[in-house]
């Protein structure tokens, strides 16, 4: 009998109740259950995740985007085999990096549904035919965040660009002493960027999306850039303190 420690590290995969794995050097992968988890592999590397049955929200939000993802998904079997094979060969000029800096390369697929749920959301014109790679404005911060009583909530989204979008998210208010939000952020609203700095007031849509924000909760809100073939840049984010109630 050989016995044997296994090391590996992990951190959280967003929206989900797993944590992605990078294996020692005595183990390089495995899958299947060992207790309460689960071990397996995808496009996105090794991970593990509670053994759980998953809870089915269906928030309006939630099933606008799930609707937004079928309708790609249709809309994939309704490409040409060209099409196909141009977003197949597509995803070398894509490549990413996951969270360990390890190169990820996306399916055709995924690709095809990653560029164009970013244009669905902003309002843009889905794209049939693979891009090339165009590159867009990353913002580089986000100030002057003023929540006051007249139902306004605004801020500044600094280095923007004329001609992309801006999707602007936020979190449900959280107690003063909040400082680590990660994953909670959720889409409250998009629009037109500008050149230099782009001001926007997501006072009223925050309002239908999370309700009445009360004196002295946090508030964390951010923003991210998206262009006319959907790549989208990293996100940005800022806070405030809400000196009166809206």
């Known amino acids: 009998m050989c016995l044997f420690k296994i090391d590996y590290i992990c951190v959280n995969l967003k929206n989900l109740n797993a944590m992605l794995i990078k294996w020692g050097s005595m183990v390089v992968g495995g899958r299947g259950k060992l207790g ?3 071990y ?3 496009r996105g590397g090794n991970y593990v995740r509670n053994n759980a049955v998953p809870s089915n929200p269906r928030s309006v939000h ?3 985007s799930r609707a937004r993802l079928a309708q790609l998904s249709s809309n994939w079997s309704g490409l040409t085999q060209e099409q196909i094979n141009g977003w197949n060969a597509a995803v070398q000029d894509f490549k990413r990096k996951n969270v360990f800096g390890d190169a990820l390369i996306l399916s055709g697929k995924n690709l095809f549904t990653s ?7 902003t309002g843009q ?3 049939n035919e693979a891009p090339v790679p165009t590159g867009l404005t990353v913002p580089t911060s986000i100030d002057t965040i003023s929540i006051i009583d007249d139902g306004t909530l605004t801020f500044n989204v600094n280095n923007t660009a004329t001609g992309e979008k801006i999707v602007l998210v936020a979190t449900a208010p959280v107690s003063a002493g909040t400082s680590y939000v990660k994953n909670r952020t959720r889409v409250i609203t998009t ?5 230099g700095s782009t001001s926007a007031d997501i006072g009223a849509d925050y309002v239908a999306r999370f309700g009445a924000i009360q004196e002295g909760q946090k508030i964390f809100v951010g923003a991210y850039t998206v262009n006319a073939i959907g790549e989208r840049s ?3 984010k800022g806070f405030a303190l809400a000196t009166a109630a809206i």
């Open 36 to 38: 309460g988890q689960v």
């Open 234 to 236: 990293p996100l940005v």
């Open 191 to 195: 629009m037109d960027a500008t050149t």
């Open 62 to 64: 939630q099933m606008e």
């Open 40 to 42: 397996s592999k995808n």
């Open 125 to 127: 014109t889905q794209i």
């Open 115 to 121: 560029l164009n749920k970013e244009l669905l959301l």
